[in-house]
C-alpha cells in the first residue's frame, strides 16, 4: 500500500457514486489505481503487475495491454489517412507475405521431389543388391531343393508302385477270400473258416496303408519345402498332388469298376434271360404286327376307293345342286324383271300386258315415224299413213338407245323454270349494282393510297434531305477530318428504298461499318441518331449506354452534342460514365439496402432556372 501511496492512488478514492452502486464498483475497480501520466503508469504495472493503471487523460495501461483513452483526439481526415496508409501497408505485407509463401512452397516442392528422387535412387540400389543377393541364395535353394526333391520323388514313385502291387495282391487275395467264402457257405458252414490268409492280407494291407502313411507324410514334408521357394516350387507340388489324386482316383474308379463289373455280371445274366423272354416276345409281337399291317393295308386301300367314290358323287352333288340354284335364281330373275315391266307398263303406259302385248306385240309391223323423201300429201290435204316395217329386236334396240340419249341430253322439265329465271335475273342485277360499287370503291381507294404515296414520299424526300445535312454536320463534328453521308439504295423509287450509312474515320479508307471498330460504330449510330434528332426534334430522349464503348476524346465530344440537344428536349440518359453523370441536371440510382431491398436514390446537381 505504501508503495502504491508512492505511485499513484486507487480509483475507488477518486470515484464518487451512489450508495447502492457502491458494492459493484469495489468489485470492478478495486484493482485499478489513478496516475498522472504513462511513465507513472509503467512504473506502478511494473512495480505491481495485478494492478491496472489509468492516466489522466484516460489512457489504459495493464500488465498485458494497453488502451488509448487521450481526449487529444485526432481528425476524422487524419485517422481517414492512417487508416489507408494502414490498409496499404497491410496489402503490401499480405502481398509480400504471399509471394514469399508461393516461393516457399516452390522450393519446398523442389527440396521434396530432389529427396524423394534421392529416396527412390537410394532405395533402387538397395533394391538391386537385396535382389542380386536373394537370386544367389535362391538359386543354390533352388538347386539342393532340386535334387532333394528328385530323390524324394523317386523314392515316392518306388513306394507308391510297392503300395499298389501290395493292393493287387490284397485285392486278389480278398477275391480268392470270396471264393472260399461262398464255397464255405454252400458246404453247409460245419467247418471253421481259415482265417490265416485271412490275417495274412489284413496285415499286407495294413503295411499297404502303413506305406502309403509314409508316403503321405513324405509328400507332406515335400510340401513344406517346396513351399519355401516363393511359389516356384509350388508347381512340383501341384504336380504331385495331381499325380495323388489322380492315383487316389484311378484306385477307387478301378474298386468301382470291379464293383460294377460283378454287379454286371449279375445284370448281364439277368439281361440275358430277359433278352431270351424278349426275343421270343418280339417274334410274336412281328409276327403279330405282319397281319395287323397286312389287314390295315388291305382296309386302307378299300377306304381309299371308298373316299374316292364319295368325292365323285359329292362332286357330281355340288354341279347338280350348283346348276339347280342357277336355274332357281335365273327363274326368279326373270320373274322378277317380267314382274317390273307389267308395273312399269301400268305406271308409265296404263295398258294391261295381254293388250300391251296383243297392240305393240313382235308380230306386229313397227311404225316408220320420219317420212320417205319426195313423199306427198293424199289430195284431200289428209296425211298419209305412216310406213311400217317388221319388228327386228336389234334395230329397235339401237332405236331405244338413240332415243333414251336424246332424253336424258333433253333432261327433266323444270314446271319453276320461269320463277327460277326471274329470282336470277333480279339477283345477277342486284350483284351487278354491287360489283359496280366496288369498282368505284376500288377506284377511290387506289386514288387515296396515290395520295398517301405521294405524300409519304414528299415527307420522306424532305425529312431525308434534313437528316442527311444534319448527318454530314454531326459526323464532322464527331469525326474531325472523317467523311460520312447517307446513300439512297434505290433513289428512283422513295417508297420502297433503303437507307445505307457510309462511315470514313481521318486516316481510314474503309465505308462499311462491319470494318470498324466497336466504338467507331458506337459513334457512327450516335451520330446518325442525333442527326434524326436535330432534323425532328422530339420533347425527350432516352438513351441507353450510347458512349460504353467512348474513349475519353470521343466521349468529350458526343457530350458536346448532349448539351446542345438539352436546349431544346430533355435527355435521360442511362450511364456508367463519371463525365456524363456530372454533366447532368439529376442522377438516380438504384442500391441495394441492407435488408436486401432495391431502393433508388436521387441528387439534384444543377437548381431548375425560373
Do not use: W
Amino acid at each position: 500500500l505504501g508503495l502504491l501511496a508512492d505511485l499513484g492512488e486507487p480509483l475507488l478514492d477518486v470515484v464518487e457514486c451512489p450508495a447502492q452502486v457502491r458494492p459493484a464498483l469495489n468489485r470492478l475497480l478495486r484493482k485499478v489505481a489513478v496516475v498522472d501520466d504513462l511513465p507513472g503508469a509503467r512504473a506502478l504495472v511494473a512495480a505491481l503487475p495485478d494492478l491496472v493503471a489509468v492516466t489522466r487523460d484516460g489512457d489504459l495501461l495493464g500488465a498485458h495491454f494497453a488502451s488509448g483513452g487521450s481526449h487529444a483526439t485526432q481528425s476524422l481526415i487524419e485517422v481517414q489517412a492512417a487508416v489507408d496508409e494502414a490498409t496499404e501497408l497491410l496489402a503490401e505485407a499480405v502481398a509480400a507475405s504471399e509471394r514469399l509463401s508461393f516461393d516457399l512452397s516452390r522450393l519446398e516442392n523442389e527440396r521434396a521431389e530432389a529427396q524423394q528422387r534421392v529416396d527412390v535412387a537410394l532405395a533402387k540400389l538397395h533394391e538391386s543388391d537385396a535382389t542380386l543377393a536373394a537370386v544367389a541364395e535362391e538359386l543354390g535353394q533352388h538347386g539342393s531343393l532340386a535334387r532333394a526333391a528328385r530323390a524324394e520323388a523317386d523314392r515316392l514313385t518306388a513306394s507308391i508302385s510297392q503300395a499298389e502291387t501290395s493292393r493287387e495282391q490284397a485285392l486278389v487275395g480278398l477275391a480268392e477270400l470270396e471264393q472260399r467264402l461262398a464255397a464255405a457257405e454252400e458246404d453247409g458252414g460245419e467247418e471253421e473258416p481259415d482265417t490265416t490268409e485271412q490275417e495274412r492280407l489284413v496285415e499286407a494291407t495294413r503295411a499297404a496303408r502303413q506305406s502309403e502313411m509314409e508316403a503321405r507324410l513324405a509328400l507332406r514334408t515335400s510340401e513344406e519345402r517346396a513351399r519355401a521357394l516363393h511359389g516356384r516350387v509350388d508347381q512340383m507340388r501341384k504336380a504331385a498332388e495331381a499325380e495323388r489324386v489322380a492315383r487316389a482316383r484311378a484306385a477307387e474308379r478301378r474298386a468301382r469298376l470291379i464293383a460294377e463289373g460283378r454287379a454286371g455280371q449279375a445284370v448281364a445274366a439277368a439281361a440275358a434271360y430277359v433278352l431270351t423272354r424278349l426275343e421270343a416276345s418280339v417274334a410274336q409281337a412281328a409276327a403279330r404286327r405282319q397281319e395287323v399291317e397286312d389287314s390295315r393295308r388291305g382296309r386302307e386301300q378299300e377306304l381309299m376307293g371308298v373316299r374316292q367314290a364319295l368325292r365323285d358323287l359329292g362332286r357330281e352333288l355340288e354341279e347338280l345342286v350348283s346348276s339347280v340354284h342357277r336355274d332357281e335364281m335365273a327363274r326368279a330373275q326373270q320373274r322378277m324383271r317380267i314382274e317390273q315391266i307389267e308395273t312399269k307398263a301400268l305406271e308409265e303406259l296404263g295398258l294391261e300386258p295381254d293388250g300391251l302385248v296383243a297392240d305393240y306385240g313382235p308380230d306386229q309391223p313397227v311404225p316408220v315415224l320420219e317420212p320417205p323423201a319426195g313423199a306427198a300429201e293424199a289430195e284431200d290435204g289428209a296425211e298419209a299413213e305412216p310406213r311400217t316395217v317388221p319388228y327386228v329386236r336389234e334395230e329397235q334396240v339401237k332405236r331405244l338407245r338413240t332415243a333414251e340419249k336424246a332424253l336424258t341430253m333433253l333432261g327433266k322439265v323444270n314446271p319453276l323454270a320461269l320463277e327460277e329465271f326471274s329470282a336470277m335475273e333480279e339477283r345477277h342485277q342486284f350483284l351487278s349494282e354491287q360489283l359496280e360499287d366496288l369498282r368505284q370503291t376500288r377506284k377511290d381507294l387506289l386514288d387515296i393510297v396515290k395520295d398517301v404515296d405521294a405524300r409519304v414520299e414528299a415527307v420522306f424526300t424532305e425529312a431525308y434531305a434534313d437528316v442527311t445535312k444534319a448527318f454530314d454536320a454531326t459526323f464532322a463534328r464527331l469525326f474531325p477530318g472523317g467523311e460520312g453521308r447517307l446513300v439512297l439504295t434505290d433513289p428512283s423509287d422513295m417508297l420502297t428504298t433503303g437507307v445505307e450509312v457510309e462511315a470514313r474515320p481521318p486516316g481510314k479508307k474503309v465505308k462499311r461499318l462491319s470494318l470498324l471498330s466497336g466504338g467507331e460504330r458506337s459513334l457512327v449510330a450516335v451520330a446518325f441518331l442525333v442527326a434524326l434528332f436535330k432534323a425532328r426534334p422530339s420533347p425527350f430522349y432516352i438513351l441507353d449506354e450510347v458512349e460504353a464503348a467512348l474513349d475519353d476524346t470521343n466521349l468529350g465530344r458526343l457530350l458536346e452534342i448532349y448539351e446542345e440537344l438539352r436546349e431544346n428536349s430533355q435527355l435521360l440518359v442511362i450511364t456508367h460514365q463519371k463525365r456524363t453523370m456530372e454533366v447532368g441536371d439529376a442522377l438516380y440510382g438504384v442500391t441495394m439496402r441492407g435488408d436486401g431491398v432495391s431502393a433508388v436514390i436521387s441528387q439534384r446537381l444543377r437548381k431548375e432556372t425560373a
